[in-house]
């Protein structure tokens, strides 16, 4: 099977999909990105690059533990409490347009532009590209789409838990950004309404946080796997925490184009609906980014 990529901005590149240890052609570099390092960040482990078969560079986030939650924000990100997280690969950048287009064939965005983050993207339409992602790189699909319910065991793509996004953007910090403090230099890390001029942007224009994660703030909203629960911090297991069983809607995080400075934070929490069929529509900050377990 040979799938053809296609970036805008590169030549065209053919990829042979016969032997699955190739998917991800493995080239790890050492990043031990130190750009935007807060002065309250802890010493964090090193993080490494690949890149993978779609096209996408990926960042292992080293396993750790840190305060999830904030005392200072609202009733849903109390009480600040302590989570540990196993290791796993990020996407270094949102999920951009020309990527799930060739994996979906679909392009749901109302802003076009091939490098920009997907955007108008369900909660399962997102899923879907997980699992579509999954099987086109050789990997074993983590979603079963009759029950929504996710194989955190297999190897293939899902959404982060929303305590791996938090671990992920924090990077060590225990600040409200994972850069510092101060709310002026978002304009430096993030797309958002004081300088996106009312739509989202191309993918890595900002500067990342610690691991090298770009638009961790900012852009687009990101989805996560949990469902949402108001007062699920109060009862949240300590290792590895999926969220609550059951809910009526699925968590957001990170802040977009369109909002305000305070949305930004690391801990701050959004909600949407999941979007069950294919009709259903979502707004136009909503994106995402994938993780995998190494």
Not at 74 to 90: E, N
Not at 231 to 251: A, T
Not at 259 to 264: E, F, L, Q, R, V
């Amino acid at each position: 099977m040979e799938l053809e990529i296609k970036n805008p901005n590169q030549p065209v590149r053919r990829i042979n999909f016969q032997i699955s240890a190739c998917l991800t052609a493995l080239i790890i570099t050492g990043c031990g990105v130190q750009t935007n390092a807060p002065e309250n960040a802890a010493a964090a482990p090193e993080s490494q690059s690949i890149k993978t078969a779609c096209g996408m560079d990926m960042v292992f986030i080293p396993g750790g533990e840190f305060t999830m939650g904030a005392d200072d924000g609202p009733v849903d990100v109390k009480p600040p409490h302590r989570v540990k997280v196993d290791g796993f690969l990020m996407d270094q950048d949102e999920i951009t347009q020309w990527v799930y287009e060739k994996v979906t064939g679909k392009s749901p965005s109302r802003v076009k532009n091939p490098n920009n983050p997907v955007e108008q993207v369900t909660w399962t339409a997102a899923v879907k590209f997980c699992n579509d992602r999954s099987t086109l790189e050789g990997f074993t699909p983590c979603y079963d789409l009759k029950t929504w319910e996710c194989n955190f065991a297999a190897n293939g793509y899902r959404l982060p838990t929303e305590a791996e996004w938090e671990y992920a953007c924090r990077a060590g910090s225990t600040s409200p950004f994972f850069f510092g403090y101060e709310a002026k230099e978002l304009k430096l890390c993030a797309w958002f309404e004081g300088n996106a001029d009312s739509k989202p942007h191309p993918v890595g224009q900002r500067k990342p946080n610690r691991w090298g994660l770009h638009d961790m703030a900012g852009n687009v909203w990101e989805w996560c796997h949990d469902f949402y629960g108001v007062k699920y911090y109060r009862n949240s297991p300590k290792d590895n925490p999926h969220g609550p069983p059951q809910g009526e809607k699925r968590v957001l995080r990170g802040g977009a184009w369109s909002s305000s400075a305070d949305n930004c934070t690391s801990w701050v929490r959004n909600c949407d609906e999941a979007g069950l069929t294919d009709v259903c529509l979502t707004m136009d900050s909503n994106g995402f980014r994938c993780v995998r377990t190494k």
